[in-house]
Every structure is written in C-alpha cells, then in structure tokens.
C-alpha cells in the first residue's frame, strides 16, 4: 500500500497547525524544553505540528537545537 | 492554521523568572555595565563559531562557495545576529535559556543568508513553478491498479483547478523541491505566506480527491 502513504505524504496537512511565526516566535523555549527532557508538544502542540510539515521551520528547528546543545556551557564573562 | 496563544509562555503574565546565568548576561549586556565589551566579544565568539556550523550545515544550498568568501559569510551572519539581540535584549524574558534566545538570532540569521545566495545564484526555473503534469516518481504506471490510475488522474485536474498562487507554491515546493525560503524571495514574499498558501492547497486537494471519489487515506487509514 506505499502508492498511498506517497500521496499522503504530499498531501500532508494537519489540524492545529500553529504556523511558521508563531513558532519562531517561541522556538527557543520549544528547544529548551526538549533538551531537558521534556515533551514540547504538550506546551507547544501547534508547532510541534507545524514543524511535521514545514520544512524551512524545521531546519531552523534543528539548527537552533544543536546549536544549544552543541554551545550550551557558554557563560558571560565571571566577576 | 492558528497561533499558540494559548498555550504559548512568552507573555508577561506567565513570564518566568530569569535563570542566573540568564540574568548576568542581560546584565552585562548592558551598555553601561563595566564588563560589557567584554561580554559583547564573548557573545560574539560564540555567534561566529555558531555561523560556521550552521552554515556547513545548510551547506547543500550553498553551491560551491568556500575559503574567504564562506568566511565572509559567516562574519556577517555573526555580526548581523549581534547587532539584533543588542537591540532586543531588553525584550528578553527568560521563557528559555538566555543562550538558547539568543542562538535563535543567528540560525534565523544563517536560513535568510543562505536562502539569499540560493536564490541570487540558483533561482528557480520557470519549469519548476509551472505545472505540467505529475512527475515521474508519482506518475501512474502501466503496472498500477485501476484505483490508483484514476486517483492521480483526478490529482492531475485538482492541481489544474487550484487558485494561480497555489498551484504554483504546490507545484515548486511539493512536487519540485524548490526550498520553502527561496521560493519566497522568487515571489516577493515571505516563508509564512508561502507555507499558508502550500497548506490551502494541500487541503484543497485532499477536498477535491474525495468529493471525486478517490480519498487520499492517511497512516492510520491504511494500516
């Protein structure tokens, strides 16, 4: 049955889809939420739809938690 | 499509209280603070090598750019990033990590910089935004039951039937693989207006299949 997951796929939309600038908007706090565990689709279930389906949000998405994995034990500055 | 208004924290009344290091940071980044240039040059440090990353990241949409001009690319993501949460700190309101805020700054930056090159040294063709008929990965088969023919038959007349501004996001994004970004600069527009229109219209289609008589069935749905 692939031929239909394949239109499926192309035709994907979702209820509830937040959108791309309310997700950008909160894209930090999504981030954060995942690396410390936890679900963000339960705060934010509109952008965890939308990044299913938008692909430009979701490489933000990724950047954004690499980024603050990869760089997350940068301090200002001591004294 | 709707917002997060309801379940989003960036509001003032459930704002957060800032994490310490969250707060030396909006501290020391302001002007007046003795250690700001110092933490200005830290914040900046960290933006660049940052810029590097996630532009070798997106490096596929960068052609074949490299050496000082890669570098030059990536100072100004560094830079333009910096000079935007200099002027939004204040706006800052710890419903995440300080850092996380701010990376935010120069992976946006990063994803509009290179759409830009993507677009300035690739743009689009007039092929991919016209439609013509289904591509070859989708394109009914000798092979293909009879369902299946008449379902991407009726896809085929749906796509003709959709608004000019809709069939022509559909056609590049989803069935040319246009970026989402680039196709936005193509048309004068922006990445949240070309989404809304690709949902229109996947949605339209998905309407148009089934009062035809050929649902798409989703995961579930086909088991």
Redesign the interface.
């Given at each position: 049955m692939t031929e239909h997951l394949d239109l499926d796929e192309l035709l994907r939309v979702k209820d509830g889809d937040a959108g791309c600038t309310a997700g950008e908007a909160i894209l930090d706090a999504y981030v954060d939420l995942e690396l410390a565990g936890e679900n963000p689709a339960v705060v934010f279930p509109g952008t965890a739809i939308h990044l299913e389906s938008c692909p430009g949000c979701r490489a933000d998405h990724d950047g954004l938690r690499e980024a603050a994995r990869r760089f997350a034990d940068v301090t200002p500055p001591a004294g | 499509?709707?917002?997060?208004?309801s379940?989003?924290?960036?509001t003032d009344a459930v704002r957060p209280a800032l994490d310490r290091?969250s707060e030396?940071?909006v501290e020391?980044l302001h002007r007046d603070h003795p250690?700001h240039g110092?933490?200005v040059a830290?914040l900046h440090d960290?933006l660049l090598?940052?810029a590097y990353?996630?532009l070798s990241?997106?490096r596929g949409l960068l052609g074949s750019i490299s050496g000082p001009e890669f570098d030059d690319l990536a100072q100004q993501t560094a830079d333009d990033a910096l000079v935007n949460i200099l002027r939004k700190v204040n706006e800052f309101r710890g419903?995440?990590?300080f850092?996380?805020?701010a990376?935010?700054f120069?992976?946006?930056e990063?994803?509009g910089k290179v759409a830009r090159h993507a677009w300035r040294t690739h743009p689009p063709s007039r092929e991919a935004l016209t439609w013509e008929q289904l591509p070859d990965?989708?394109a009914s088969a000798p092979g293909?039951r009879l369902e299946?023919q008449e379902?991407l038959s009726a896809?085929s007349a749906a796509i003709g039937e959709l608004s000019e501004r809709q069939r022509e996001v559909f056609v590049a994004v989803?069935?040319n693989d246009v970026?989402?970004?680039v196709l936005a600069l193509e048309l004068g527009s922006n990445?949240?207006a070309i989404?809304?229109n690709l949902?229109d219209a996947?949605?339209n289609?998905?309407t148009r299949?089934a009062d035809s008589g050929h649902p798409?069935?989703?995961?579930e749905q086909?088991g």
């Open positions: - | 499509m709707r917002g997060e208004s379940t989003t924290t960036n290091e030396l940071w020391r250690r110092e933490t830290r960290v090598r940052i990353h996630e990241r997106r419903n995440s990590r850092t996380t805020w990376y935010k120069v992976i946006f990063a994803s990965a989708l293909d299946r379902q896809l989803a069935l970026p989402i970004d990445r949240n989404y809304k949902f996947r949605r289609l998905r299949l798409v069935l989703d995961e086909v």
